[in-house]
């Protein structure tokens, strides 16, 4: 590949009337002398394709997506012009008007191949090239893109005579799914970071930030902009490799289906990183960490690029671990690997427990496959793998292999050979089988802990503590074990001793080190002393305590005093539940009495997210009511307790009012709160915590359509139109459940418009979300045909049958359960769906025999 020279004509956009933008692009590239290919572009219509000079038969080339180009030679000149249609869908080029001043805004996202929506593209990762943009947009709209806005002029070649033209310099060579397009009337604040490259030469490099002009009072670009000098500090040292892409801006948009894109030059992030609500230091620090994440990519991914999305792990694993890695080693956040232990591996162990998971080195036959694999194996688990690579190379020759990985293949396609050479070079371990075990196989392997005295049978107790490993195939790990008790002072339960152990990948027991077992039995640990297995979350396994230490460990677990391992031993706790180790009744009467007061705000937040799970969906709903209630007491409680204004109070408040959409006895107190008749010191009513607690009042029956109608008046914001929509579709009549599903099905609603509709619809008793069980599964394929990926996505995932309920599922709860029978069905009917139709369809069948499997073992305890 050359270049392409793009122009998008977005001048007609705050017509609402049209629905499609102009498309050019002009592409230079060589081929083969004879040969004959293809160029991908979704299109409403194509009007025009020019190929070195020749005119061509529209009608004749252009077949679907797809438009044929005969007859190459060594150096090609291809023109296309045509029309695109705007997205509402977040997928393409997405077309948002601000509910609250009607204001059009415009941004693209493209990964893994929606490029080929907004121009005629060669939609491979390895077709890297340059890439010059000209967007047309209404006069007073600002634009960008990744490369440096060279200026604007009016222009009478767009939809709308007297336009803006904004010009941009070309890109370095990059690949197209990373090129994108701002425009519209954002707010926008610049800044600049100076600093020293490498070689020691002084750099500056001009910030900028962009958002929504409703939401400028929200953006915190003191913070942003700190991080962001934080993290171009950091990586170019870390990397001994210059930033390489001129300017660094970063835009928060509306309905953004990611988290972030790491589009060079110019980072899009959803806009749910700015907070009008609030936040709390989690939220913060999530938001660090994604940016940081983004950061990383302009090496992992940007720079080097994966060839093809087979090795998709070589920039979001690496991303992944390296978002961690920089906040602890450049920001405040100096915690983030107490959320990565408990919150990012619990994706990365529930997606690999399912039969859809995959290895992280995965086999992805087409785009489509490729778009499901962003999961919790590729970033998550990835992630994980490459924090026990670390450990088992040692951190400088990890750090020294990827120095080299940039010198070698800068601006150029890489798989994991390659990144495998330069490890193999920087370190003495035999990297290549260590890479087979853990990057080419599936699974979680389990690590069970023995102790002595742990063995009803006294002679069949071990002498000494011991670590067994289950896993197909085994696996090497390295890894710490930490002995935990309470200090003799009676005060918090502390690490008595800890080891380091290193697991061979063979089917024998370890023994721990001596000074474990010692610290373990001897007098000065006390009765309830525990070991703690992957102390310090090196490794990636699921850790199972023999019942006395799961015993001991779930009274200790909030008193332990060190983050890290207090999430570690929360995600062991977690993994027993899910197990059936553990009654889920149990954990929830865990979290009730002890955990409430948590004082992490990572950690509160999460494990209240697990109790919220086991209660809804792993106890049976004949033990739910009593059991919620407990629930709701211990957070009413708490929330009344904590300090005003602290993290904790306003994470209790979001959960009780999530909890108190399930339970009308809790109604009154919340419209005590919304009415203003009841105060909490120290917390405000956010439009967003209003709406929370309005869905809850109305779940539960207490609340009118009129009520609705008057708070949304007051609070025509984006937040306040989804409250409004999620409120409207969990009211409890009949009449409101069947115009919700309506409103879900018309094809009229955007992403989160539809989300929105969808959690509301949710909350209804499993009675009345039964009606709509048989016609789920008769749609699921037209809208899988009928939609895009991304809303049949939302739509198939949202509105599956989740109000499962064991006591009507006869004898066999597991395979006769109506829900899973039905989906097993489906399954056996539609072998030839698509593919990733049916690997969700297949995950969702796995959710649901857990669940229904859980519920009956509680039931026959």
Known sequence: MVDYRVTVDLSGAEDPRRTTFGSEVTVRFTADEGAESFIDFVHESVSSVELNGELLDVDDVVEGSRIRLP????????????????????????????????????????????????????EQPDLKAEFHFTVLTPQGWLAASNGEHLGAQPSDDGDVPGALSHEFAPTQRISNYITTILAGPYARVTDEWTGTDPQGETVSIPLALYCRRAL?????????FALTKQGLDFFPKLFAFAYPFGKYEQAFVPEYNLGAMENPGMVTFTEDYLFPSGATRAQRAGRANTLMHEMSHMWFGDLVTMRWWDDLWLKESFAEFMGAYACVHATGYTDAWVTFALARKEWAYRQDQLRTTHPIVADIVDLEAARQNFDGITYAKGASVLKQLVAFVGEESFMDAC???????????????????????????????????????????????????????????????????????????????????????????????????????????????????????????????????????????LAHPDPRSLQRLSRAVAEIEDPLARAVAHSQLWAAVRDGRTHPGDYVRMVAERCTGENHAAILTTVLDHARQALGEYVPVSQRVNLRRVLLDALRDALLAAAPGSDAQLILARAFAREAARDGAYARPIQEWLGGTRVVEGLPLSPQLRWSMLTAVTATGHSTMSELRTEHAQDPTRDGHL???????????????QQAWERIV?????NDELSATIAGFQLASPTVLRRYEDVYFERVEHWWAQRSMEIATRMVRGLYPRALDVRAAGADVVDGHRVVRATRQWLEAHEDAPAALRRIMTELLDDAQRSVDLQARCLAR
């Open 71 to 122: 007859g190459l030679g060594e150096a090609n000149e291809l023109r296309v012009v045509g029309r695109a249609l705007y997205s509402r869908s977040g997928e393409g080029l997405h077309r948002y008007v601000d509910p609250q001043d009607g204001s059009v805004y415009i941004y693209t996202q493209y990964e893994p191949a929606d490029c080929r929506r907004v121009f005629a593209v060669f």
């Open 216 to 224: 400028a009072e929200a953006m915190d670009a003191e913070e942003i």
């Open 403 to 541: 120095r080299a990985y940039f010198r070698r293949f800068a601006f150029r396609n890489t798989d994991l050979s390659d990144f495998l050479d330069v490890l193999d070079e920087a370190c003495d371990h035999d990297v290549r089988a260590w890479a087979q075990l853990w990057l080419h196989t599936t699974g979680v392997p389990v690590l069970s802990l023995d102790t002595p005295g742990s063995s009803a049978d006294d002679a069949a107790a071990p002498a000494g503590a011991s670590l067994t490993q289950a896993a197909s195939p085994l696996r090497p790990h390295v890894l710490t074990v930490g002995v935990y008790g309470r200090t003799p002072d009676g005060g918090p339960v502390t690490v008595g001793e800890r080891a380091e152990v290193r697991v061979p990948a063979e089917d024998v027991p370890t023994p721990l080190p001596e000074a474990v077992t010692a610290a373990l039995t001897g007098g000065g640990a006390g009765h309830d002393s525990f070991v703690l297995v992957n102390d310090t979350d090196l490794t990636y396994c």
């Open 723 to 737: 409250g409004h929509l999620q409120a409207l579709a969990a009211m409890r009549s009949d009449r409101a459940k």
């Open 746 to 750: 018309s094809g009229e609603l955007s």
